[in-house]
């Protein structure tokens, strides 16, 4: 009995080695997943100062402004004086965007010309707004002053909300774990498994 068992106890010992030999545990492979090497300190140091400029970037339609429930002509000049404020605030974003070091690769590239690209899409809305405040029919003059908070709640890099972007990007979000003003975007980074 124990001849016809032999070669079957040989197999099934063969298949048991091979089946762990060359292959590694699986707390070798988180391990070294975890001492993966740091991303480039240049794009680190970029990538940072960016968010830096945009996690501080407060821009908020002022809740004070009320609209108008039977506007007047005196109802323009305070939805003007917002949109002026407004603008500001985006132009001090944009200029302080303008003196980062050059994008230090594709990808930081990108990124800064989508946020650069969605403060000047605002700041042209809002100045068509400002102009459009001046002869806005005042029966209507009420919806003028909502259109810039919806304008606001749209757009992608306000109040640092939208430095979830970087997560689009799997080597800025490598990086942004290693800055301190940029958010975690580890949950939602994309991978190459």
């Known amino acids: 009995m124990l001849r016809r068992c032999w070669p079957m106890l040989v197999i099934a010992a063969l298949a048991a080695g091979c089946t ?21 300190s240049v794009l ?3 990538l940072d100062d960016f968010c830096g400029v945009y996690w501080d970037a407060s821009v908020f339609w002022p809740h004070d402004l009320e609209v108008p429930e039977s506007p007047t002509d005196a109802d ?11 603008d500001a605030e985006l132009a001090a974003i944009d200029e302080a965007a303008a ?15 989508r946020y650069r690209e ?7 809305d809002f100045a068509d707004y400002a102009e459009s405040a001046t002869w806005y029919p005042l029966e209507e003059l009420d919806g003028l ?4 908070a919806m304008t606001l709640a749209g757009s992608l890099p306000l109040d640092g909300q939208g430095l979830d972007a970087i997560a689009e990007y799997e080597d800025l979000a490598t990086a942004a774990a ?5 958010p975690d975007v580890s949950e939602t ?5």
């Open 178 to 182: 290693h800055t301190q003003n940029c």
């Open 20 to 40: 762990s030999v060359g292959s590694p545990d699986r707390g070798a492979t988180s391990a070294a997943s975890d001492t993966a090497p740091p991303p480039d």
């Open 118 to 124: 969605s403060y000047r899409s605002m700041r042209a």
């Open 44 to 46: 680190v140091a970029w």
């Open 145 to 148: 002053y909502r259109l810039p």
């Open 189 to 193: 980074a994309p991978t190459t498994e």
């Open 99 to 113: 003196t980062l070091e050059p994008a230090p690769n594709a990808s930081a590239a990108d990124l800064l010309e």
């Open 76 to 86: 323009r000049q305070p939805l003007i004086d917002a949109l002026e404020q407004l």
